[in-house]
Structure formats: structure tokens, C-alpha cells
Nanobody, 123 residues
Framework: QVQLVESGGGLVQPGGSLRLSCAAS????????IGWFRQAPGKEREGVSC????????NYADFVQGRFTISRDNAKNTVYLQMNSLKPEDTAVYYC????????????????WGQGTQVTVSS
């Protein structure tokens, strides 16, 4: 069973950058598709990005396309979300999630979740 811990959130000004990390223990993330999701106050959880297992196929929500980059370092058993050109509407709690499957899917398909890390974009 894999355990996930997110880190790297914080307060940043509009236009700034943050790199979120999702560190795993208990199993190798290489076997898992990893998704990043976010939830803002009063809103539903939404998918941000995902990286498939092994071949590292990636996908992004339209609202982060070109600004965010997902990557994995299997040696460190960690998946990253590099977030550039941040906007106030990116403010949310960001979660990583894992599923023991090649393919990415919606949030209902992930069995393992981290505790979340707060990202606040404000001047």
C-alpha cells in the first residue's frame, strides 16, 4: 500500500511559481498513474494534471495548459507539479493521488490520496 505526502505549497504573488512534491512510501510510484487535483473553498475537487505509469504520458486541464508541468523522479519516488505564472484563481488545496494502473482517470478512480497542501496566490 502506498502512502503519499504533498509539500511545497505556500503563499505566492500572482505571476509567481511554486513546485509541489508528492513523495511516496510503501511502494514504487513507477507502477502508478499519479494525478494532481485541487479543491477551492465552496467548489468541487477538479483534476489538474496526471502522469501515467512507465511511459510518462501526461495530460493537463485546459486552465493550466502551458503553465504547469508534471514530472516524476522514480529514483526519489516522487512526482512533481511545477506551477508557473500562477493566478489568484489557482488558490486551492492541492492533492496528489495514485492508482495502480497505467492510465489516468477522474478522481473516483484513485485509491490513494495525500493530505493536501495549500496554495494561495495573492498580492
Amino acid at each position: 500500500q502506498v502512502q503519499l505526502v504533498e509539500s511545497g505549497g505556500g503563499l505566492v504573488q500572482p505571476g509567481g511559481s511554486l513546485r509541489l512534491s508528492c513523495a511516496a512510501s510503501g511502494d514504487s510510484l513507477a507502477y502508478y498513474a499519479i494525478g494532481w487535483f485541487r479543491q477551492a473553498p465552496g467548489k468541487e475537487r477538479e483534476g489538474v494534471s496526471c502522469i501515467a505509469s512507465f511511459e510518462d504520458s501526461t495530460n493537463y486541464a485546459d486552465f493550466v495548459q502551458g503553465r504547469f508541468t508534471i514530472s516524476r523522479d522514480n529514483a526519489k519516488n516522487t512526482v512533481y507539479l511545477q506551477m508557473n505564472s500562477l493566478k489568484p484563481e489557482d488558490t486551492a488545496v492541492y492533492y496528489c493521488a495514485a492508482r495502480l494502473n497505467y492510465y489516468c482517470t477522474g478522481p473516483e478512480g484513485y485509491g490513494y490520496w495525500g493530505q493536501g497542501t495549500q496554495v494561495t496566490v495573492s498580492s
